[in-house]
């Protein structure tokens, strides 16, 4: 009972804290930008926390999150394992190779109108399609280690980020390509001084887009088969021991891989488009 | 036309994948019965075989009509009925995450500390995956016993028995729920805070109240926002479903196809499952689509 | 300023010049039998409502279009070889810099596609940006400049490789008045020192008449040359030799063309 006490009365404190700092004078300082969040999070923890306490809820449903942080810390080394194998091994290899192919193909088929015109809407349409289900099949092909985890993320971040480039290719007006003409600039002059440079906010559109894609599809196609290893074998292994703490060790490490990948991608956009209106700001 | 020769050209290079990947299994067979085989026979083979590492299409189509058309729609081995647990459990999941999206999305536009609050989060969100807990939900709910959607009793005096889509349907909608309220949330802030200072003074000058402004300018203008966020939440709501499919129990719906095709090398029926899937996700939104341009067109924000 | 010798050498030549774009109302006759010959130092207004053509125009001798019949010749070539050979440097109605590029870096452009030496490149950019008086502006970005300043930005752009001929295009129609009067001035100055030949489409008769040595009138449906007059102008005008009467007689003979050319159906 004093658990839930406690829990109701640091809530009470922190919706408080939170409504007067973000109603104060100081809420565009980057301090309480910060601390509303950090607030927030903190909130939740805490009451959750205090909930699984204070209503005893059994560890198999629900661990607190103190013992998913003890988890954690006594279980580094098979975390690390688990990180390389799934993220550096499965989802960087396949990022790379996925968004790297798609670039190519995009520049390739912007040559010709007639593909565009094909290629474009099947594209669409394949983005849209659920392509996590074809992780069964590229696991039978390419064996249970993490080649297979990279070839289904291939294919994930093919076709968003195909589509992507496509756009940013044809993201030029018709003014600064007449410029190019009155200079006999030729394809390739228009294409790494003018069209490149201005694709770059939709290519970097289509990275951070592909991040949280690469990093589902290693994970989830891990659940089709995997070696004794991998971020989403532990998952289907713990859930399956109902040892929840550690599922939800895994979860946070992925959650922080995803933000980690993600937050360098928009550091390394942030650098190279500094000069686009959404990032001058 | 172009979209037609890059389809054809889609289904030559699968024709030729096929036999490249399946002669060598052709070829072995061949070999143990100490046949030799033509050119044409190899070819033949490759298009027929029964578990073939790749599947030639008219084998795929011919599996989906045999299992969408000729079994009984209750059948186990029916994919009408494994599309249809599926579906039901990505439209519960889809209404309940794009309603409490689109809530928290209009508090968020109209509570500074929970835009402060909450929006990092919801945004930070979407470089999380999220999928990952999808078993963990499936086996806490079975262990708390929340998985029908009414339990055995109450569907039974209510309708005489317990319709099969309700069984485990509750952890499967609420992975598809969970996966398609975030985007909507991010969606219709975007929507709610389109119209400009112009459009928002203006009202000002009516002395429209924050209810008035929000009726009859916020709300409209999130309108093109709005559906894009639908669209995007539905085929996360669909992946939801089929994903948390692999773990729950009882083994139905096209995830559980898929899975239980790769246990037993059935690569024909992961074929044939992967494309109800994508059929089912092309038809879900392309309807909103259809929905979206008869609304915008209403309202005058298309041609 | 002084005497300058303007030359009866013809750079840029159109003879009997058609152009029809094809839509989906059927033809447009966007230019009719155009004739003009532009001697080497000119200045030429094109002046004429929307529609008239003189856009088109311009972007024919640039060979940014095709005619339909006719020649157009520019330094004896036609005009594509003269693209090819970067006869021109063409400025267009908006700055068009590219924002991920400083002044600097968007003034070499041009030089570096024309495979010019480092040391060149410098060179030109040095001269080109005192010339547009934009000395210490080269590491801002183009967005951390006004808009009178990319457009003269976009001028030092046209300016930076050795092309005697400079195509404009409404350069300064974005702009407020008081800083295109400004830009006038400076334009004034900077051909008299560069002794270049200037093409200028604009829809204002003052800027014409303040600007030219000669002024095309156009009118449109079809777009075609109604009248030319030669300015008497002197070649050196302040900015208030707009209140003096020769100006106002040569702008009324402008206002006159366009009337005749049935300008304002």
């Known amino acids: 009972m004093n658990w839930l006490i406690g829990v109701f009365i640091f809530w009470v404190v922190a919706y408080f804290l939170n409504v007067s700092l973000a109603n104060s004078k100081w809420h565009k300082t980057r301090l309480v930008r910060l601390a509303v969040p950090t607030v927030f999070g903190i909130t939740i923890l805490v009451v959750w926390e205090g909930l699984v306490r204070g209503l005893q809820v059994p560890s198999v449903i629900l661990p607190p999150p103190s013992m998913i942080g003890a988890r954690i810390a006594v279980s580094l080394p098979t975390l690390w394992a688990d990180l390389i194998q799934t993220f550096v091994k499965g989802a960087l290899t396949g990022y790379i190779m996925g968004c790297g192919s798609a670039v190519l193909t995009a520049i390739l088929i912007d040559r010709s109108p007639f593909l565009q015109r094909g290629l474009l809407p099947v594209g669409n349409f394949i983005a849209a399609l659920p392509i996590i289900g074809t992780a069964p099949i590229l696991v039978m092909w390419f064996g249970f280690d993490w080649h297979s985890k990279a070839a289904v993320v291939v294919v994930m971040v093919f076709f968003p980020m195909l589509v992507n480039t496509v756009q940013g290719l044809a993201a030029t007006d018709s003014m600064q390509r007449d410029l190019m003409r009155t200079y006999a600039g030729g394809y390739w002059n228009t294409l790494f001084k003018l069209r490149l440079p201005a694709a770059m906010p939709a290519i970097f559109n289509g990275l951070k887009i592909a991040t949280t894609l690469a990093l589902i599809g290693a994970i989830v196609a891990e659940f089709f088969g995997s070696p004794t290893l991998g971020m989403g074998f532990r998952i289907s292994v713990e859930v399956g021991r109902l040892g929840l703490d550690m599922v939800w060790a895994e979860i946070a490490v992925a959650a922080l891989a995803g933000s980690a990948f993600y937050g360098v991608i928009a550091l390394i956009e942030k650098g190279v488009t500094f000069w686009h209106p959404s990032q001058r700001g | 036309m172009p979209i037609l020769t890059v389809v054809a050209a889609i289904m030559v290079i699968w024709y030729a994948s096929s036999v490249g990947m399946n002669k060598k299994w052709t070829y072995d067979q061949a070999g143990r019965a100490g046949v030799e085989v033509s050119f044409t026979e190899m070819v033949a083979d490759t298009w027929a075989q029964e578990r073939p590492v790749l599947p030639a299409p008219h084998q795929v189509v011919a599996e989906l009509y045999h299992s969408v058309f000729e079994k009984k729609i209750s059948s186990k081995r029916s994919l009408v009925f494994h599309g249809w647990i599926t579906l039901s459990a990505t439209m519960l999941g889809f209404v309940f995450g794009t309603g409490l999206g689109i809530l928290l999305a209009v508090g968020i536009v109209h509570n500074r500390a929970m835009d402060m609050g909450v929006m990092p989060w919801a945004i930070a969100s979407q470089t999380v995956p999220i999928l990952a807990i999808a078993p963990m939900i499936v086996v806490v709910m079975s262990t708390i016993g929340a998985t029908d959607f009414l339990g055995k009793e109450t569907a039974t005096a209510m309708f005489g028995y317990q319709p099969a889509f309700m069984k485990g349907i509750l952890p499967k909608a609420v992975i598809a729920a969970y996966l398609s309220f975030f985007p909507v949330v991010v969606g219709m802030v975007k929507g709610l805070r389109s119209p400009d200072q112009m459009q928002l003074d203006l009202l000002k000058t009516y002395n429209a109240g924050k209810q008035r402004t929000f009726w009859s300018l916020r709300l409209p203008s999130s309108t093109p926002y709005l559906f894009t966020s639908l669209k995007v939440g539905m085929a996360a709501a669909l992946v939801g479903a089929i994903v948390s499919e692999l773990s729950a129990v009882p083994l139905r719906g096209l995830g559980a196809r898929m899975l239980t095709g790769s246990y037993y090398g059935q690569t024909i029926q992961i074929w044939s499952a992967l494309f109800a899937a994508a059929t089912l996700a092309a038809t879900l939104v392309a309807s909103i689509s259809w929905i979206e341009r008869r609304s915008l067109k209403k309202m005058g924000m298309s041609s | 300023m002084g005497f300058r010798y303007v030359s009866q050498e013809v750079v840029i030549q159109a003879k009997n010049l058609d152009l029809t774009f094809p839509t989906n109302d059927g033809d447009v006759h966007a230019l009719k039998d155009v004739n003009l010959d532009i001697h080497k130092g000119d200045f030429v207004s094109f002046i004429g409502p929307s529609g008239c053509g003189k856009t088109t125009f311009l972007r024919t001798i640039a060979a940014l279009e095709t005619p339909t019949a006719g020649t157009v010749t520019v330094n004896g070539m036609t005009a594509d070889e003269a693209r090819k050979n970067r006869a021109y440097g063409y400025v267009f109605q908006a700055a068009g810099l590219y924002p991920w590029r400083t002044i600097r870096g968007n003034i070499k452009l041009p030089l570096e596609i024309m495979g010019y030496s480092k040391a060149e490149q410098e060179e030109h950019v040095t001269k080109v940006l005192d010339l547009v008086d934009l000395r210490g502006f080269g590491q801002k970005f183009p967005w951390q400049l006004s808009g009178g300043m990319q457009q003269r930005a976009s001028i030092a752009r046209a300016l930076a490789f050795d092309a005697d001929i400079l195509l404009m295009d409404e350069p300064f129609g974005a702009l407020d008045e008081i800083v295109r009067d400004h830009l006038n001035e400076q334009l004034l100055q900077l051909w008299d020192r560069t002794n270049k030949t200037i093409a200028f489409v604009t829809h204002s008769i003052p800027e014409a008449v303040y600007l030219s040595t000669k002024i095309v009138v156009m009118s449109p449906r079809p777009g ?42």
Do not use: C, K, M, N
């Open chain 3, 224 to 265: 075609r040359i109604t009248d030319v007059i030669e300015s008497t102008l002197p070649r050196e005008r302040p900015l208030d030799i707009r209140d003096s009467q020769e100006f106002q007689d040569i702008a009324h003979r402008v206002r006159e063309g366009l009337r005749a050319g049935h300008a304002y159906d």
